[in-house]
């Protein structure tokens, strides 16, 4: 389920969210759906849309301060062995990069606490990428989807190839800068290209430290576009 809170910064917005619903921060994933900085006589602001990882009851639930995060996501009893888990995932990435026509090899990239890489090598990475990395991006879902129902919810799965995904977070720190500069410059609003949710984030966090600059998502779906419109000195 999706929630919205606000904060006067991101951090004071997730700590809300993680209270409201009583929830771990590392239970629910964030997008930043609004960024206004602070000013002179004006506080900020930032808005973010809050997706939990697990059913959360209506109203404001009390948390259980007893229950450790960690007793909280302890495997199922029946859960795959961490080994084995990791094998029937890339075979599972291996698989459906085949029947999309094209051969890859599969391998972990990183482990982290409730997020697990995968590196996909293929001589046809270009056509498994996509444009601007959609192709990849759907691999991700279906990768996800997959941990799933190997009991694995709790666990993010992030797949990349060729390092495109680093390349594109810089591409898009650099875009947003030119567009805050070009918008500051000619004082009207520039509507920026769909994105996905951490493609987002990462326009509103690099601008929310710009003083004059505001930025909101904008639209419907996965894919929303960002709106970024100059404020003025306040």
Do not use: W
């Not at 495109?164 to 920026?192: D, F, H, P, Q, W």
């Amino acid at each position: 389920m999706e929630y919205e809170f606000e904060g006067r910064t991101e951090e004071e917005a997730i700590e809300t969210a993680a209270r409201e619903l009583g929830l771990a921060r590392d239970e629910f994933d964030v997008e930043i759906v609004e960024s206004q900085r602070g000013g002179f006589l004006k506080k900020g602001k930032t808005r973010i849309r809050v997706q939990s990882r697990s059913s959360v009851p209506a109203g404001r639930p009390e948390r259980k301060p007893e229950t450790p995060v960690a007793e909280r996501h302890r495997p199922a009893v029946n859960q795959l062995a961490a080994g084995e888990f990791e094998e029937q995932l890339l075979e599972f990435v291996r698989m459906t990069v085949e029947k999309m026509g094209y051969t890859c090899k599969a391998t972990i990239l990183f482990r982290e606490e409730l997020k697990l890489g995968i590196r996909i090598e293929s001589e046809s990475a270009a056509i498994l990428i996509g444009k601007k990395g959609k192709n990849l991006d759907a691999l991700q879902l279906l990768a996800n989807v997959f941990a799933g129902k190997l009991g694995r919810e709790d666990l993010r799965i992030i797949i990349d190839s060729e390092n495109y995904r680093i390349r594109r977070e810089e591409a898009i720190v650099k875009m947003a800068y030119e567009v805050a500069e070009r918008v500051r410059r000619t004082r009207n609003s520039v509507l920026l290209e769909p994105m996905n949710p951490f493609e987002r984030r990462i326009v509103h966090t690099t601008l929310n430290d710009i003083v004059d600059i505001e930025t909101k998502s904008e639209g419907e779906g996965l894919y929303k576009q960002v709106r970024v419109t100059f404020r003025g000195h306040r």
